[in-house]
Nanobody
Framework: EVQLQASGGGLVQAGGSLRLSCAAS????????IGWFRQAPGKERKGVSC????????YYADSVKGRFTIFNDNDKNTMYLQMNSLKPEDTAVYYC????????????????????WGQGTLVTVSS
């Protein structure tokens, strides 16, 4: 069974850091792209960052460029999102998903039946 397990969320003060993890089981994402999406209260889910595992190409939403870093550990089949200089507007439920497809300046997660979504992990940034 293909599963993505997200973890690492929590409560942090503005300016602080968190590292999210997304562990994959049931498949190896060596040949895929994988990424993070987030959904703030009352808003639609949006792409935050993606990485193409085969070539290392990365994508970041403008709102997180320079503050977030996505990277992977193939030996652990795990992908990470290092989040620094967190702001209250980063507060959201964060989801990992594969594949992560970038079209223009927007990232899209998998459609139903064509990939996997992990369960969300809540990030709360206090001011």
């Amino acid at each position: 069974e293909v599963q993505l397990q997200a973890s690492g969320g929590g409560l942090v003060q503005a300016g602080g850091s968190l590292r999210l993890s997304c562990a994959a089981s049931g498949f190896s994402f060596d040949d895929y792209s994988i990424g993070w999406f987030r959904q703030a209260p009352g808003k639609e889910r949006k792409g935050v960052s993606c990485i193409s595992i085969p070539d290392g190409t990365t994508y970041y939403a403008d709102s997180v460029k320079g503050r977030f870093t996505i990277f992977n550990d193939n030996d652990k089949n795990t992908m990470y999102l290092q989040m620094n200089s967190l702001k209250p507007e980063d507060t959201a439920v964060y989801y990992c998903a594969s594949p992560c497809t970038v079209v223009g300046d927007t990232a899209f997660g998998p459609d139903a039946g064509f990939g996997s979504w992990g369960q969300g992990t809540l990030v709360t940034v206090s001011s």
